[in-house]
Nanobody, 114 residues
Framework: QVQLVESGGGLVQAGGSLRLSCGAS????????MRWYRQVPGKQREWVAS???????TYDDSVKGRFAISKDNAKNTVYLQMSSLKADDTAVYYC????????WGQGTQVTVSS
């Protein structure tokens, strides 16, 4: 079993930046792909970014060039650096681990004021 805990959400003005963190309860990053998702009430959860076990990153087009996913294997933490934030980025952000099983965090709210 793996617990994932997100932090770093909050209220920010449009154009600002935030860094989300996701801590894992044990070392899994060498074998799991880590992903960030987001969800707005009434809408489906959507994928934002991924980082593979070997460090390859991919992004949804809506955040490409503005968001950066990274990880620190020693700290069992994955990050999502968000810049040039827009009101449309407002959502609950979730991290998830995908491998032999899938694990999800509880989410952290990001609110971007215009």
């Amino acid at each position: 079993q793996v617990q994932l805990v997100e932090s770093g959400g909050g209220l920010v003005q449009a154009g600002g930046s935030l860094r989300l963190s996701c801590g894992a309860s044990r070392s899994i990053f060498s074998i799991y792909t880590m992903r960030w998702y987001r969800q707005v009430p009434g809408k489906q959860r959507e994928w934002v970014a991924s980082i593979s076990s070997d460090g390859k990153t991919t992004y949804d087009d809506s955040v490409k060039g503005r968001f950066a996913i990274s990880k620190d294997n020693a700290k069992n933490t994955v990050y999502l650096q968000m810049s040039s934030l827009k009101a449309d980025d407002t959502a609950v952000y979730y991290c998830a681990a995908f491998g032999s099983r899938a694990y999800w965090g509880q989410g952290t709210q990001v609110t971007v004021s215009s």
